[in-house]
C-alpha cells in the first residue's frame, strides 16, 4: 500500500492520539518508501530540535530496513555497528522512535517520533504503524488514483 498524505495524515492522527494519552509532545514524521518526507507535525510545545531527530529517525527505518532501536546496542562502542550513526552525515539514528511501514516483506516508509525518552517514542510510532497495520486489513482491492492537474489518472 503506497503511502499518500491521507494515509500520512491519518497515521499522524493515530500518532498523535497516543502522545496525548501518555502525556508527551512530540514530533513526528511520516516518510515514503525513499526516506522523503509525506507529513510532518509538531505538537504544541514539542522541541524545536526534534524536527530533524523525527524525520531522520523515519529515515533511518527505511534506509536501515529495521527500527531505530535495533542499531542501539550495535552501535555502543565495541559493537558490530559502532560509529553507524556518523555516517550518512549523521543522519543515521541510533535513538529508539522510527519504524519502517512494512506490507508482505516490502518497505512503503517509515514514521520516525522525536520529544520523549525513546519508549516514548517508540509507543508514539507503534501507534502509527498499527493504524497502517489496520488500514492495509481494511484496504480492499481497487486501483489507485493519482490526480494530474485536472486529469485523474488510474495505476
Known amino acids: 500500500m503506497r503511502i499518500m498524505l491521507d494515509t500520512a495524515k491519518a497515521l499522524l492522527l493515530a500518532a498523535e492520539k497516543k502522545a496525548r494519552e501518555i502525556g508527551v509532545s512530540e514530533d ?11 507529513a510532518f507535525h509538531r505538537m504544541d510545545y514539542a ?3 526534534g524536527i530533524d531527530i523525527a524525520l531522520n529517525k523515519a529515515w533511518t527505518s527505511v534506509a536501515m530496513k529495521m527500527p531505530t532501536v535495533n542499531l542501539s546496542q550495535a552501535a555502543l562502542p565495541g559493537g558490530p555497528s559502532f560509529g553507524i550513526n556518523t555516517t550518512n552525515n549523521g543522519r543515521i539514528v541510533i535513538l529508539g522512535g522510527g519504524i519502517p511501514l512494512i506490507k508482505d ?5 517509515g514514521v520516525g517520533v ?3 525518552t525513546s519508549d516514548q517514542d517508540i509507543e508514539v510510532a507503534t501507534a502509527a504503524v498499527q493504524a497502517y497495520d489496520s488500514m492495509r486489513a481494511a484496504d480492499s482491492p481497487r486501483p ?3 490526480r494530474i492537474g485536472s486529469y485523474t489518472q488510474n495505476t
Open 144 to 146: 489507485l488514483q493519482a
Open 105 to 109: 516483506g516490502r518497505i512503503y516508509g
Open 47 to 49: 522541541r524545536i530540535a
Open 28 to 38: 513526528i514524521a511520516i516518510v515514503d518508501e525513499g526516506g522523503n518526507l509525506i
Open 114 to 116: 522525536s520529544g520523549g
